[in-house]
T-cell receptor
Framework: GENVEQHPSTLSVQEGDSAVIKCTYS??????FPWYKQELGKGPQLIID?????GEKKDQRIAVTLNKTAKHFSLHITETQPEDSAVYFC????????????FGSGTRLSIRP | DAGVIQSPRHEVTEMGQEVTLRCKPI?????LFWYRQTMMRGLELLIY????????DSGMPEDRFSAKMPNASFSTLKIQPSEPRDSAVYFC???????????FGEGSRLTVL
């Protein structure tokens, strides 16, 4: 179906360590996989995305990996900093501005000083 | 660019009253999405429009909810009559042709007493 499962729901890591959040989807037609960060009192904001023809994408301390065969994708944050504390959502859709973008349930990430 | 603009930011109303939430998408964007966020259900897609036409309203909870987009720069989400279980943060988002990134407004926090 359309849903995407996201784990874990909460994650606490020591500042400087890495954080990994994983999502699994079931729709084989999905070909666009964004990740959003939501800070308190604000709307979600795109931090990185990946399309189905790519297996990995990196942007500074953030990376996303995609395994289309297994239908899962992951967000990796290295050298975590206090400002990384937020709620992170994975999402998926077909490639089109008119396609449904369905979100995972979210992961609340806390960075311990 | 002013971003996606939503109003009101906060609304407190009594059960049975009509609620109207408003959204102005980013100029030039041709898709508009309404999401509802709660602790229990996360980010739920309620309805989305493409070129002012409703494409998928399967997420609208029931007949008490309705959404319109009379032109490219304005959309409303109406709840009539409102119930306490409608209490949530309602987000509007928009994106442009061929672009996957969703741009969210800051949300409208609705409390129905």
């Amino acid at each position: 179906g359309e849903n995407v499962e996201q784990h874990p729901s909460t994650l606490s890591v020591q500042e400087g360590d890495s954080a990994v959040i994983k999502c699994t989807y079931s729709d084989s037609a999905s070909n666009y996989f964004p990740w959003y960060k939501q800070e308190l009192g604000k709307g979600p904001q795109l931090i990185i995305d990946i399309r189905s023809n790519v297996g990995e994408k990196k942007d500074q301390r953030i990376a996303v990996t995609l395994n289309k065969t297994a239908k899962h994708f992951s967000l990796h944050i290295t050298e975590t900093q206090p400002e990384d504390s937020a709620v992170y959502f994975c999402a998926h859709s077909g490639y089109s501005s008119a396609s449904k973008i369905i979100f995972g349930s979210g992961t609340r990430l806390s960075i311990r000083p | 660019d002013a971003g996606v603009i939503q109003s009101p930011r906060h609304e407190v109303t009594e059960m049975g009253q009509e609620v109207t939430l408003r959204c102005k998408p980013i100029s030039g964007h041709n898709s508009l999405f309404w999401y509802r966020q709660t602790m229990m259900r996360g980010l739920e897609l309620l309805i989305y429009f493409n070129n002012n036409v409703p494409i998928d309203d399967s997420g609208m909870p029931e007949d008490r909810f309705s959404a319109k987009m009379p032109n490219a720069s304005f959309s409303t989400l109406k709840i009539q009559p409102s119930e306490p279980r409608d209490s949530a943060v309602y987000f509007c988002a928009s994106n442009g042709q061929g672009a996957g990134e969703l741009f969210f407004g800051e949300g409208s926090r609705l409390t129905v007493l």
